[in-house]
């Protein structure tokens, strides 16, 4: 498709947005493909009224979720991100528990009708295909249920590989930007970090396919596995330490039963590098979420290592991930598709990381009891390997007085006789130690 003939169909921000009416349900396209231009433009519009904002996390400026929007917009998380948080726990805006893998569906079936789906898209090809580029996710279902489709073309944007297409012809208004997407630099893992990290690596054999969450565990994880022979990737996301391994010749997905020879994700987040990387790049595969976070696909896979990681893990193995007591964190999002999907891969290891303590050191994650209005995002009944820095255990088979004793070991040292105690008093058994 001839550049100067798309471009001269482009409009302003505020133009391209007028479509919006009050009462509207609109999707907003999210992490670094937020369309932020189409937000701002969005908010500054003082005639609306009662608009809801269906999203997963954003990234970028979110002047929806300010106070004084109250009324105006009425922003509801599929995943709460950091500028959601306030929002949300002060009840302005709201969340709603779902697994990642059936998000799509609440589109395409209407349980949330959505009339407008603001997207940022990479420029249209030859063939006339403008793709989602770092974020398929729930986007593309919300893309096909919207009566209006809205977007930022932005030059910056890569194009990418898998089911991430958009024609350009159902576009209905779009703006045309040339900006960096929203990333930033992974940080360098604590001594804390490396050590949980260290203990998650030792799990992993040659030949798995990994599934790995966003943060300092799985990338400390990651940076120990470039010894690794054959890795695969089938996971809802990824970061820069993938590609590192990549680069290295550690992951090729050659033992892979789905998708073998790619590496397969949702989305991404992470650095400018990261985005060049997926850019036109065959080997990497982006898929809607109801089919990277399928159980039915992901077991099908061999020896699949999913690491995800908790706020907090009671005695019995329950976990909660998604709140810290009534105070929304983050939400469900694929944790359970992939701890059950590798319990029933073939081999499969499935793995909740996490430090031993909170408040630096002042608070125990491994608990006696969840606190009130925590989250069970992971039951005990699918929960395996646990890690901390002090190490990993697993609880699958395990009765309760073996689950406790089991956690405690991996508690941080000062926490343990504590919780010895509560144990010994709410199940009138005295542990070891």
């Not at 005639?47 to 009425?74: C, I, K, M, W």
Request: glycine share 8%.
């Amino acid at each position: 498709m001839d550049k100067a003939g798309w471009t001269a169909r482009a409009v302003g921000a505020d133009e391209a947005v007028r479509c919006v009416t009050s009462g509207a349900r609109v999707f907003i396209h999210g992490a670094a493909a937020t369309p932020t231009a189409l937000v701002e433009a969005l908010c500054a519009r003082t005639d609306l009224e009662h608009v809801s904002l269906y999203h997963l996390h954003t990234n970028g400026p979110a002047p929806f979720a300010e106070a004084a929007q109250r009324d105006r917009f009425f922003s509801v998380s599929l995943f709460t991100g950091h500028p959601l948080r306030q929002a949300v726990n002060e009840g302005r805006a709201d969340f709603v528990p779902v697994f990642l893998s059936d998000i799509p569906s609440l589109f395409t079936n209407r349980h949330i009708p959505i009339d407008i789906a603001l997207l940022q898209l990479s420029p249209p090809d030859r063939h006339g295909y403008c793709t989602l580029g770092t974020s398929v996710d729930c986007a593309i279902a919300a893309a096909q249920a919207a009566r209006v489709i809205v977007a930022e073309i932005n030059e910056q944007v890569p194009r990418t590989h898998g089911n991430t297409l958009i024609p350009f012809d159902q576009i209905d208004w779009f703006m045309h930007t040339n900006r960096p997407l929203h990333g930033f630099d992974p940080p360098e893992p604590t001594a804390i970090e490396d050590a949980i990290g260290a203990h998650v690596a030792a799990l992993v054999p040659d030949g798995a396919t990994l599934q790995m969450g966003i943060g300092a565990i799985p990338d400390a994880a990651l940076r120990r596995l470039k010894g690794k022979q054959d890795l695969g990737i089938h996971t809802e996301m990824f970061s820069d330490g993938v590609v590192d391994l990549i680069e290295a010749g550690a992951i090729t997905n050659r033992h892979k039963a789905v998708h073998r020879n790619r590496t397969v994700t949702s989305f991404i987040a992470g650095s400018q590098r990261l985005f060049q990387f997926v850019d036109d790049n065959p080997f990497i595969e982006f898929h809607p979420c109801d089919r990277t976070n399928d159980t039915a696909i992901i077991r099908q896979n061999p020896r699949v290592v999913a690491i995800n990681s908790a706020l907090e893990i009671d005695l019995s193995g329950q976990v909660c991930a998604d709140s810290i007591g009534f105070r929304i964190y983050s939400g469900i999002g694929g944790q359970m598709d992939f701890i059950r999907g590798a319990a029933l891969s073939r081999d499969g290891v499935p793995i909740i990381a996490l430090p031993s303590t909170a408040a630096g050191g002042a608070v125990s994650r491994i608990v006696a009891a969840l606190k009130p209005g925590a989250g069970v995002v992971t039951t005990r009944g699918h929960v395996h390997w646990v890690a901390t820095e002090y190490g990993a255990v697993n609880l699958f088979g395990k009765n309760l007085r073996e689950r406790a004793e089991a956690l405690i070991s991996i508690a941080h040292p000062d926490a343990r006789g504590d919780l010895r105690r509560a144990y010994a008093e709410a199940r009138h058994v005295v542990l070891p130690g």
